[in-house]
T-cell receptor
Framework: DGGITQSPKYLFRKEGQNVTLSCEQN?????MYWYRQDPGQGLRLIYYSQIVNDFQKGDIAEGYSVSREKKESFPLTVTSAQKNPTAFYLC????????????FGQGTRLTVV | AQSVTQPDIHITVSEGASLELRCNYS??????LFWYVQSPGQGLQLLLK??????LVQGIKGFEAEFKRSQSSFNLRKPSVHWSDAAEYFCAVGARSSASKIIFGSGTRLSIRP
C-alpha cells in the first residue's frame, strides 16, 4: 500500500538530547513537509523540501534540522536548542505542484522529560 | 503571504442536525483551498479541495464546501451529522505562486450531542 510512514508513534527523550523522527513515503512524491501541532494552534510548518538535497525553513524552524538525501525520506531532528519540543509532529508529502493536496502520516508524539 | 482563519474553536451539534464550519482566508489571488479532518492522535485526511471551476465542491463522507470569493470564505457543510463525525477539522490554503507551501488554520473541534 502506498503511503507515508512515521516512526516511532511515541517517543520519550530527556531534556538536552537530540532526537530524530523518521518519515518515509512510497508515493513517489517530490515534496515533503514537517508540521508541528500543539493544542489550539493548528499545524505550523517547520521545514519543507521540494526536491532531493534541497529544503526550506518554514515558520518555526529554530531548533530543528532536516535532510533530504533520498526522495523517499525526510527525517527531522529536534535539537537541544528547541525550547519546547514536546508536541505532536506530522510529516506530509505531495506531488509538489501548486494544485495538489498533501498526504499525511499518522504522526509522532514526542515527550521530553 | 497567505493565511487562514477558523473563527470557531469548538462547536457542538446534535446528531442528525446540519453543520457549517467557517473558514476565511487571506491571499491576493485565487488560492487553492482544502478541508482536512483529524481523529484524536491520528494524521490528517483530506475531505475535499477547491482548485478552480465550480465553487461548490463535494467531498467524502457527505461533506461539501463553497468557495465565495467576495467573502474570502470556504465554509464546510454537512446536512446531517453522525456521531462518527466528531473530530477536529482544519481548513488550509495553498498559494498558486508557491508549489509547496500549504498553510493551515488553527482547527475547529466538532463534538456531537447524542
Amino acid at each position: 500500500d502506498g503511503g507515508i510512514t512515521q516512526s516511532p508513534k511515541y517517543l520519550f527523550r530527556k531534556e538536552g538530547q537530540n532526537v530524530t523522527l523518521s518519515c518515509e513515503q512510497n508515493l513517489n512524491h517530490d515534496a515533503m513537509y514537517w508540521y508541528r501541532q500543539d493544542p489550539g494552534q493548528g499545524l505550523r510548518l517547520i521545514y519543507y523540501s521540494q526536491i532531493v538535497n534541497d529544503f526550506q525553513k518554514g515558520d518555526i524552524a529554530e531548533g530543528y534540522s532536516v535532510s533530504r538525501e533520498k526522495k523517499e525520506s525526510f527525517p527531522l531532528t529536534v535539537t537541544s536548542a528547541q525550547k519546547n519540543p514536546t508536541a505532536f509532529y506530522l510529516c506530509a508529502s505531495s506531488r509538489g505542484t501548486a494544485n495538489t493536496e498533501a498526504f499525511f502520516g499518522q504522526g509522532t508524539r514526542l515527550t521530553v522529560v | 503571504a497567505q493565511s487562514v482563519t477558523q473563527p470557531d474553536i469548538h462547536i457542538t451539534v446534535s446528531e442528525g442536525a446540519s453543520l457549517e464550519l467557517r473558514c476565511n482566508y487571506s491571499y491576493g489571488a485565487t488560492p487553492y483551498l482544502f478541508w482536512y479532518v483529524q481523529s484524536p492522535g491520528q494524521g490528517l485526511q483530506l475531505l475535499l479541495k477547491y482548485f478552480s471551476g465550480d465553487t461548490l465542491v463535494q467531498g467524502i463522507k457527505g461533506f461539501e464546501a463553497e468557495f465565495k470569493r467576495s467573502q474570502s470564505s470556504f465554509n464546510l457543510r454537512k446536512p446531517s451529522v453522525h456521531w462518527s463525525d466528531a473530530a477536529e477539522y482544519f481548513c488550509a490554503v495553498g498559494a498558486r505562486s508557491s508549489a509547496s507551501k500549504i498553510i493551515f488554520g488553527s482547527g475547529t473541534r466538532l463534538s456531537i450531542r447524542p
